[in-house]
């Protein structure tokens, strides 16, 4: 029993040490996710397969931003829970913020619809552990197990040691894809601006108009053929150049 808790422990130490790397490797959301998985298979006692999940929304309304999965059959118990269902450990965890387990997922009443559902696949233990930045719950690390009574306690708390770092990886993690994202969105607009403006100020010589109703010209005709703003720019752009070169001269 000794030699069992040190080589838990150590599992523990490891995954603790994976956490602190992924600050320093930089990866994506994607990678961070599937490393924080993996590391909470070696790190919690008894997981046969771990999900990572990112939510948002209210507490009853939740919306999954990302998932991650250490093994395929994950990645299909957490589609039941979050897709399917919408109902499982993982969003009980985060409900009650605190970690829930079942060792015998087929006959837990606590979801009628997803436990049995599971238990026919083989899956008979899990453990959900809420994923919590600064009071405020993101997500939520399940662990899974085909035997039965696989977690308890003990699992439990070797869980909540590795969740607390996990969430500062996963949280800090979105927020750089986030940044990433916004400034994509705000390079994609600024290469776009001077055509717009240029269409602007050729709607404005063609009508008159100022350019807050040019604008919203533009803005009436992306919206009613279900086109970029910067695309019916453009085609205004490109009709006016070869208006332009058919003139005499």
């Given at each position: 029993m000794k030699d069992d808790t040190t080589a838990a422990a150590a599992d523990l130490q490891a995954g603790l040490s994976r956490l602190a790397g992924l600050v320093a490797d930089s990866l994506g959301l994607p990678q961070v996710l599937a490393e924080v998985a993996g590391s909470a298979v070696r790190a919690i006692p008894g997981a046969d397969g771990a999900g990572v999940t990112?939510?948002?929304?209210?507490?009853?309304?939740?919306?999954?931003?990302?998932?991650?999965?250490?093994?395929?059959?994950?990645?299909?118990?957490?589609?039941?829970?979050?897709?399917?269902?919408?109902e499982g450990p993982g969003l009980t965890a985060v409900e009650l913020r605190r970690a829930v387990w079942s060792g015998s997922l087929g006959g837990d009443r606590s979801w009628p619809r997803f436990g049995?559902?599971?238990?026919?696949?083989?899956?008979?233990?899990?453990?959900?552990?809420?994923?919590?930045?600064?009071?405020?719950?993101?997500?939520?690390?399940?662990?899974?197990?085909?035997?039965?009574?696989?977690?308890?306690?003990?699992?439990?708390?070797?869980?909540?040691?590795?969740?607390?770092?996990?969430?500062?990886?996963?949280?800090?993690?979105?927020?750089?894809?986030?940044?990433?994202?916004?400034?994509?969105?705000?390079?994609?607009?600024?290469?776009?601006?001077?055509?717009?403006?240029q269409a602007i100020g050729i709607i404005r010589s063609r009508t008159g108009r100022s350019a807050a109703e040019a604008f919203a010209q533009l803005r009436a005709v992306s919206q009613a053929e279900q086109r970029k703003l910067a695309e019916v720019a453009e085609r205004v752009v490109d009709e006016a150049v070869r208006r332009a070169r058919l003139r005499p001269r």
């Open positions: 990112l939510l948002c929304g209210e507490p009853h309304d939740r919306t999954v931003v990302a998932r991650a999965a250490s093994v395929p059959f994950v990645t299909e118990v957490d589609a039941i829970q979050y897709q399917t269902l919408s049995p559902r599971v238990g026919r696949m083989g899956v008979h233990s899990a453990l959900a552990l809420p994923l919590t930045v600064a009071d405020q719950v993101v997500g939520a690390i399940t662990v899974y197990a085909y035997g039965k009574d696989s977690f308890g306690g003990h699992a439990a708390e070797f869980g909540e040691l590795f969740a607390k770092p996990a969430a500062v990886a996963v949280h800090n993690a979105r927020i750089l894809a986030d940044a990433l994202t916004l400034t994509d969105q705000l390079r994609a607009a600024l290469s776009t601006r001077p055509v717009i403006d």
